[in-house]
């Protein structure tokens, strides 16, 4: 079984270490002391991250679309072509660029600095470890 470091666990939640130990003083995930650090039982870890993906989609406006996986942020960047454009969303710890039309750009009325919400389906996913 893989564990983590608070540290660790923190990074891969996408807060700061102090946030992390919050959570865990508060009981939201358990720890434990492993010669003066504390550690994080990866099923532990990884139940917390679907709870924790739970809350934030009861906070999301409803909409009805069959991608689940969203992902709301910052627009950092667009660039536009004649016909196409290119759009960077900052995602917490997560870049997602999508490619789209200029039209589709110009009706959402895209700017950098304005909230955005990057939703991902795909027919392929790919997981590495490490």
Not at 37 to 55: K, N, Q
Not at 94 to 102: D, G, I, K, M, P
């Amino acid at each position: 079984m893989e564990s983590y470091t608070i540290g660790q666990a923190a990074r891969l939640l996408g807060v700061s270490v102090d946030t992390a130990r919050r959570w865990a003083d508060a009981g939201r995930f358990p720890t434990r002391r492993e010669a003066n650090r504390r550690i994080v039982d990866g099923p532990d870890l990884a139940a917390f991250c679907v709870e924790a993906g739970r809350e934030g989609a009861e906070d999301e406006d409803p909409s009805h679309t069959s991608a689940r996986n969203a992902f709301p942020g910052i627009v950092t960047g667009i660039r536009l072509g004649d016909v196409s454009a290119q759009v960077e969303v900052q995602a917490g710890p997560h870049r997602v660029v999508s490619l789209l039309t200029r039209e589709a750009v110009e009706e959402l009325g895209l700017e950098v600095g304005m909230r955005a919400t990057a939703r991902v389906k795909s027919t392929s996913v790919h997981v590495d470890r490490g």
